[in-house]
Structures are given as C-alpha cells and as structure tokens.
C-alpha cells in the first residue's frame, strides 16, 4: 500500500519543497521505505493549487520510486560521573548519568536501578580502600551500544608524623609534622606527658575524613623522645605512626 506524506504547494518543482519541514518516520518503522513525487490532481475541477497524489491513477506523473534507508539514531552517553572520585575509605559517593538515543542503561559494579534507567544518579558506599571501577552500557535501536567509566579511589586509614630536626642540642625543641586520613579523630604526643595536638584541636582540621598536614614545635627536648599520632578510623579501627628524636652529644658529628 501507499500512503501520502505531505503535498507540494502549487508550482512546486522540487521534492524539498515537500519534505524541508522534514518527515519523522515513527518508531519500530521499517528500516527501509519507499518514496516518490506525484503531480496528479484529484480532479480536473481542481482549481484550488493543491497538488496531491491520486491512489487509483498513481502511474501518472510520478518520480520513480526512490529506495530511503532508514538508519536508527546512535547509542550516546552524555555523561557519566563520580560526585567525588576520591573517598575515604568507609566513605560513598554519587555516580551520576545521561544519555540519549538509548532505551536502557545498566551498570557495571553498581545498579542503575528499576528498569534500568536512561538518566539518574545512585550512591555508591561504603567503600572499602582501594580502586573501584563503574561502567555504563546504554542500548538503543542502533547497535552498537554505549559504555563508559569512571574509577573511584578510596584511601585507606593512615596517620603520618615526621620530626625535623631528628637529633637536637639538649633543651632545644623540633618540629612536629602529622597528617592522616580515613579518621574521625587524632592527638598528637610524645612519651613526656606532653600534648602537641589535641583530638578537639585536630577535629577542626579533619574535613571528609582527611587530617591535612599540621606542624608545631615540641617542648624542649632533654632526652631522647618518642613522638606519637594516635588516631580513630572512619571504619571503627585504629591508625597510629611513632617518631624518636634523639640528643647530640659533644661529638655527634651531626
């Protein structure tokens, strides 16, 4: 059977003046058609302009039949990302999609959810330490499908001292350098009863999980000291580092 797409205005001489609009075959169309131009009129009393195709007399005045392959839109994965790429270890974060010329997505280590979505966003988490890598596949009526990644690193807890200089004159001081990550809390002391850091001092400096780096000078030293990072763990254990500082004596060449 035949069915007509559009009409051509009076005159018209081009099938572009039909079809600039452009014509949208529908969904599940066949993937391929044929098209062609007639010029016949309904009727000799047809005096209005209207040029329309005539099924009983379509041999009249027509282009040849013309083959139109219909191709399906490609498969495309606007984007895919991870709200926060690095985590701590314990922590989560949000894998974000869009797509289009898709008909479902799914994912690769996690789950884009009920009916498999073409666009959204899941939490990800707890998070062990380590490298995680997401993937999407997005399919549509042309083939191949879409993919894409993204990879999320978690930090294991850690906590970090250092001592600069490791070897001082007796009654002088160093200084104290810590850092930590994957924790709740920190304090910072050497094996003298004294306090570098509190845990209330380093709360103020832990911001998602990580303890950026903090230096300060020590009392002064009069014997070898043990310096020691003690810290709580996003994943309810326990993270700790030592540093020793010793006394030069008269012939330390240092």
């Known amino acids: ?136 596949t997005c399919t549509g009526a042309a083939n191949p499908p879409a993919t894409s990644g993204v990879t999320v690193t978690a930090i294991a807890p850690s906590a970090n001292i250092s001592v600069s200089p490791v070897r001082v004159t007796s009654g002088t001081a160093t200084t104290v350098s810590w850092s930590a990550a994957s924790v709740t809390a920190c304090s910072v002391y050497d094996n003298k009863g004294n306090t570098i850091s509190s845990t209330s001092t380093n709360a103020a400096n832990i911001s998602g999980g990580v303890l950026s780096p903090q230096t300060a000078q020590s009392a002064p030293i009069t014997s070898a000291t043990t310096f020691k990072i003690f810290c709580n763990t996003i994943s309810g254990t326990t993270a700790s580092q030592t540093s020793i500082v010793g006394i030069k004596t008269s012939i330390d060449p240092f």
């Open 1 to 136: 059977g035949t069915v007509t797409l559009g009409t051509l205005a009076k005159g018209a001489t081009a099938l572009a003046q039909l079809v600039a609009p452009g014509y949208a075959f529908p969904t599940g169309t066949a993937p391929s058609k044929y098209v062609r131009v007639c010029a016949d009129k309904n009727s000799a009393a047809d005096t209005t302009g209207s040029i329309t195709e005539v099924i009983e007399g379509d041999t009249n005045n027509c282009t040849p039949w013309t083959l139109v392959t219909i191709i399906a839109p490609t498969p495309i994965i606007t984007s895919f990302t991870a709200a926060d790429p690095i985590v701590v270890s314990g922590g989560s974060t949000t894998l974000t999609w869009a797509s289009t010329n898709t008909t479902s997505c799914t994912g690769g280590g996690f789950s884009t959810g009920p009916g498999n979505p073409t666009s959204g966003s899941v939490v990800v988490g707890p998070l062990p330490a380590g490298t995680h890598n997401y993937t999407l």
